[in-house]
């Protein structure tokens, strides 16, 4: 007997918040296939960053301590983490869990981040082209901290505070996550794609 084995493309839904802007989030529907420079791209168009500058993503444990690095280029340098490139790197290789967490560095000056968290999976198939923004509230930090930069070259950046960024993701401020996923953020096939 011919036995088929199917393979079912998960589509993920990540919440992305900022410990500067306690009114921003974006959240952010993407497919397991699709690469991690997909994500990148993504939030750099939402965001209106300029592509041109470092950024990484780091997988984390539920501490946010830092287990693994995907940078956009190849660093070419031995660092104390194991190394990814982005372009090369598909979200399903490491993301498998609900609330698993990362970290996005979009500042390398000045080290600061975006907290990421997935808060749905599911094997339904996206009416969009993947990845997409499907909420977004607040104005995201400006891309790079100037007044970090012009100040005191030897001041160190505020830490980030976890406590905080836990009680962040815990909060459900955006509309929908946890309550209706069909409905909310992967949309009725049969509507028109909202204005992004």
Sequence with gaps: ????????????????ISDENQDFFRDVV??????????????QSDLGYDVSQLASFFIT????EKQLEITLIDMMHETALETRTMDETTIDEFIHELNQRLIYVFDFFSERAFFMEL??????????????????EGDPPPQLALDLLEGDPGAEPDDMNREETDDWLDEDDGPGPG???????????????PDR
């Design 1 to 16: 007997m011919l036995s088929l084995k199917i393979l079912i493309e998960m589509i993920y839904l990540f919440r992305i």
């Design 119 to 136: 808060i749905e999976l599911s094997d339904q198939v996206s009416p969009k082209q993947t990845p997409f923004v499907a909420h977004a």
């Design 30 to 43: 993407i497919e397991g296939s699709d690469t991690f420079l997909d994500f990148h791209s993504t939030l």
């Design 61 to 64: 444990n539920e501490r946010w």
């Design 179 to 193: 309550e209706d996923p069909e409905d909310e953020w992967f949309g009725d096939p049969d509507q028109e794609d």
